[in-house]
Structures are given as C-alpha cells and as structure tokens.
C-alpha cells in the first residue's frame, strides 16, 4: 500500500507516522508514505503557495499551480491514476466501512489543505473524494491524513500480527468492543469477570459478544439503531439487559 501525502508540514508527517506499528511496517515495506512538501513546487522565488481570495474576505487561499504540479510529480511515471483524497470538513465523515473500502486500494494521495482552503479548481480537476474525520475544523489536513494513514494501515495484511487484532475492535463488525482485562486480578476490590478465568472459549466467546452489543447499546445507541440483529444477538441482548435490571 502506498500513500503520497501533499502537505506544506512533511517534517509532521515523518514524525508521527515513523513511530510504533505504523513505524515498522514501514520499516518493513508493508506500506510505503511519502511526504511532499508542496512547498518544493511554488513557481514563486519566495516558495510562496497562498493568495488573496478573489471576491474578497479574511484569510489567504492555497494557489492551485503548487498543488497540481507536486501531484503531477507523482503520477507522471504511473500507468494509472491514483484516488486523490482532499481532507476537508465538507467531506463525508470518515467510518470504518470507508476505512475497509479504502484498503482495497493500491495507492491513495491525500491532500492537506490549510488557511481558508484550496483554489477550487484543484478539486474540480485532480480531487477523487472529500473526507472529514468530523463536524469540526482544524488548522490543516495533516492530522486528518494522518488519522486516515494510520486507520486504513492497521487493515493491511502484515501491519498487524493478525486478523483478530482487528476484527473484533469496535466498530469493525458494527458494534463496540467488549471489556478487556490484564492482571492483576484485583484491583482496587474489582475482579475479573469469572467467565475469563474458566478457560472455556465457548462461554468467553459469548460473553464477549454480549458485553459488545450491551456497550453499543447503552454507550452508542445512534449505531445500535443501524445493527440487523440475528435471533442469537438478540436473545444474548435481551439476556443482558435483564441482569442489568436486577
């Protein structure tokens, strides 16, 4: 999986995504993330990539000419476009079903907007998709690329020791995961649960299961309302609720 990150702050993006696991599947070339300072492809002497908005208002609007040519130094020796991602708050909210599709693809670009924003017409020409990782807005695009990276990454076969490193981590199959515990056994008078010390994988199976649709169910109910349970989800459920009421 290659990413190509269009950032004025590469010396950011090298920092933190160089470090735990993201760190050494790089290391290990399972991924591959460069960082490229648009900067770098200003036609000005001054390396300058913003402007005044036409039409007026406060701020300064990234230029289009340094955008589109650091994106052209990316594809002009590739038999292939690859998805050119802009993150902006105008974008769809990124989810984990977004995050899955995403790393079904090869090579993404993500672009990381700052000031008032990017010369519309970059986004008419080169940009794939808007995505946002929420209704809020921050200084620039690289913590939202940077959340995007280490999201999509984590999915990457060999990027984590396995499968279920993910697969059962909330939001994955739609609902929260379930309880986790280390040693000690006790702490500060709480136990853990009995059923994780019995050895039956069965029962701890399905207690996990359990513990996740309670949680969704109480701590997100807005993503309980979207789940198309099966009868067990729901006998296991309704089994929940009644010993919470005890």
């Not at 990150?5 to 090298?14: A, G, K, Q």
């Not at 990316?74 to 995050?99: A, C, E, F, H, W």
């Not at 050895?199 to 109910?221: C, D, E």
């Amino acid at each position: 999986m290659r990413f190509d990150i269009l950032t004025l702050f590469p010396e950011l993006i090298d920092a933190v995504l160089s470090e735990s696991i993201i760190g050494r599947a790089r290391e290990n070339n399972i991924i591959q993330i460069n960082a490229i300072n648009i900067r770098d492809f200003s036609d000005n002497k001054h390396r300058k990539v913003d402007d005044y908005p036409y039409g007026g208002g406060s701020g300064m609007v990234m230029m289009a000419q340094p955008v589109c040519d650091a994106f052209d130094s990316i594809v002009k020796d590739l038999t292939y476009k690859p998805k050119l991602i802009y993150l902006s708050p105008q974008g769809r909210v990124l989810n984990q079903q977004m995050v899955k599709e995403l790393a079904q693809e090869e090579h993404l670009v993500l672009l990381c907007g700052h000031y008032e924003g990017i010369d519309e017409r970059i986004i008419e020409e080169i940009v794939d998709e808007e995505i946002s990782i929420g209704d809020y807005v921050l200084t620039g695009g690289e913590l939202p690329a940077m959340v995007l990276v280490d999201a999509v990454s984590r999915l990457i076969p060999g990027v984590l020791s396995s499968e279920e490193s993910y697969s059962q981590e909330s939001h994955y199959d739609g609902v929260l995961e379930y309880p986790q515990y280390t040693r000690p056994y006790e702490f500060k008078g709480r136990k853990v649960p009995d059923v994780l010390i019995s050895g039956h994988h069965a029962n701890i199976t399905r207690w996990r299961r359990q513990q996740s649709l309670k949680r969704t169910y109480f701590k997100r109910p807005d993503l309980f309302e979207k789940l198309n349970l099966k009868k067990e989800d729901r006998e296991l459920l309704k089994e929940a609720l009644e010993q919470n009421d005890e």
